[in-house]
């Protein structure tokens, strides 16, 4: 019943092999997706990093000059307590 699906060249004893072969196709098919799907997200992954690192350093910098800030306001402080 099978075998009138198939084309007329192909024997009964060829069955599997077309089955095998088709099943390889579609196994290397998803593969192939798979892996440009792989490629994509690490791309995406790689450029999140980078911009949460930049994010990182400009707070880092933010802080150190608030920090900075907060030191010479507290010596103009402790200079008028001083002066008083």
Known sequence: MKGHLLPFF?????NENIFSSS???RTCC???E???EMTRRE???SAEVKKVKAELRDSESQCMSVQREV???KD???KVRRER
């Open 30 to 32: 998803y593969q192939a």
């Open 43 to 45: 791309g995406l992954h």
């Open 76 to 78: 103009k402080v402790e």
């Open 71 to 73: 030191m010479i306001l």
């Open 34 to 36: 798979h892996h440009s």
């Open 23 to 25: 099943l390889t196709l």
């Open 10 to 14: 192909v024997g009964k004893g060829q």
